[in-house]
């Protein structure tokens, strides 16, 4: 990271300055390490960034990649800006001779938390049209990196997605369902939506690649979002996260509202414990536990949005 002494103290963890746009720092930091979870910010550099971190990766004798990509990152056509930058990175991975694990996960769950504001005042929205996502939780992805850490699946390409494909009604359905009051469902026309991100002072090339992407969900170019696969069941042993249990967790808090204090803090206890996560810096419910650098996703904005 640029700023490792701002990283939260916890034993056993050690921060480096990384730069990405500096590739004379990648040797330094990788040395040591054993696995590299790599993970970048979607960028017309990401391409030449992930390449050098896994040529400095082969030059210091890393032992292992876990990569993140995208579903659709393996078609002959990638569809969208996104698959095609990350079609390269993986090809480099393949030909580096470094052990490695190529995950490519459907859309996150955790973007509908971009628009958790205009949830919970009634509305959702995202231009999806009538087309069905297998949206897939991040904490499972999380599950497959450090399960595939230890080397049982090396060499193998992994798709990751929820337990079903459902459309913005249903995203909606749940969603009212977490929040106790009702969430109405909006596609926006592509003109709407590129006008809304241009608004958010969006760099144009992600608006263009968001935008075609959409396109192609909207007009039935991109079936493969809509796909169910048993790989996380078959890492983890364990059925994916539904949706309707990612809605609940994230959502469920607001409900707490007039009960007694000491019920709320209750309530909050039991729901970190049962999710396994009482750490005090949270950000996501997800942190790859690696020994190794350990990049640590942060969707907060579209910028951050993982694209198919």
Same mark, same amino acid.
């Given at each position: 990271?640029? +700023?490792?002494? $701002?990283?939260?103290?916890?034993?056993?963890?050690?921060?480096?300055?990384?730069?990405?746009?500096?590739?004379?720092?990648?040797?330094?930091?990788?040395?040591?390490?054993?696995?590299?979870?790599?993970?970048?910010? &979607?960028?017309?550099?990401? #391409?030449?960034?992930?390449?050098?971190?896994?040529?400095? @990766?082969?030059? #210091?004798?890393?032992?292992?990649?876990?990569?993140?990509?995208?579903?659709?990152?393996?078609?002959?056509?990638?569809?969208?800006? *996104?698959?095609?930058?990350?079609?390269?990175?993986?090809?480099?991975?393949?030909?580096?001779?470094? @052990?490695?694990?190529?995950?490519?996960?459907? *859309?996150?769950?955790?973007?509908?938390?971009?628009?958790?504001? &205009?949830?919970?005042?009634? $509305?959702?929205?995202?231009?999806? !049209?009538?087309?069905?996502? &297998?949206? #897939?939780?991040?904490?499972?992805?999380?599950?497959?990196? #450090?399960? @595939?850490?230890?080397?049982?699946?090396?060499?193998?390409?992994?798709?990751?997605?929820?337990?079903?494909?459902?459309?913005?009604? +249903?995203?909606?359905?749940?969603?009212?369902?977490?929040?106790?009051?009702?969430?109405?469902?909006?596609?926006?026309? $592509?003109?709407?939506?590129? !006008?809304?991100?241009?608004?958010?002072? *969006?760099?144009?090339?992600?608006?263009?690649?968001?935008? %075609?992407?959409?396109?192609?969900?909207?007009?039935?170019? !991109?079936?493969?979002?809509? @796909?169910?696969?048993?790989?996380?069941?078959?890492?983890?042993?364990?059925?994916?996260?539904?949706?309707?249990?990612?809605?609940? !967790?994230?959502?469920?808090? =607001?409900?707490?509202?007039? =009960?007694?204090?000491?019920?709320?803090?209750?309530?909050?206890?039991?729901?970190?414990? $049962?999710?396994?996560?009482?750490?005090?810096? =949270? %950000?996501?419910?997800?942190?790859?536990?690696?020994?190794?650098?350990?990049?640590?996703?942060?969707?907060?904005?579209? &910028?951050?949005?993982?694209?198919?």
């Amino acid at each position: 990271m640029r +700023q490792p002494e $701002l990283l939260p103290k916890r034993p056993g963890r050690q921060g480096a300055h990384l730069d990405l746009d500096d590739p004379s720092t990648y040797e330094a930091v990788l040395k040591g390490i054993d696995t590299l979870c790599l993970i970048t910010p &979607s960028d017309p550099h990401q #391409v030449t960034r992930e390449i050098g971190l896994i040529e400095a @990766a082969k030059k #210091v004798g890393v032992q292992r990649v876990i990569k993140l990509s995208v579903t659709g990152a393996d078609f002959v056509c990638p569809i969208s800006v *996104f698959a095609q930058w990350h079609a390269e990175i993986e090809d480099a991975l393949r030909v580096s001779g470094i @052990a490695h694990v190529i995950l490519r996960p459907n *859309f996150f769950m955790q973007n509908a938390l971009l628009q958790k504001a &205009s949830i919970e005042a009634g $509305l959702y929205s995202e231009p999806l !049209a009538t087309a069905s996502i &297998s949206y #897939v939780d991040i904490r499972d992805i999380g599950e497959v990196a #450090v399960l @595939a850490a230890g080397g049982r699946r090396d060499d193998e390409a992994l798709t990751l997605t929820g337990p079903e494909a459902i459309d913005g009604e +249903q995203v909606c359905a749940f969603l009212s369902q977490a929040t106790g009051k009702v969430v109405r469902f909006v596609s926006p026309d $592509l003109t709407n939506f590129r !006008a809304t991100l241009a608004g958010g002072k *969006f760099p144009y090339w992600h608006i263009d690649a968001l935008t %075609d992407l959409y396109a192609r969900v909207q007009t039935g170019r !991109a079936q493969h979002t809509s @796909a169910v696969t048993a790989d996380i069941e078959s890492v983890t042993g364990k059925r994916p996260r539904s949706f309707r249990e990612f809605a609940d !967790a994230a959502f469920r808090a =607001r409900r707490s509202h007039g =009960r007694p204090v000491r019920n709320q803090v209750s309530a909050r206890f039991w729901s970190h414990l $049962l999710n396994e996560d009482l750490s005090p810096d =949270r %950000d996501w419910p997800i942190d790859s536990g690696f020994d190794g650098l350990s990049l640590k996703p942060k969707c907060r904005q579209a &910028s951050d949005f993982i694209g198919i």
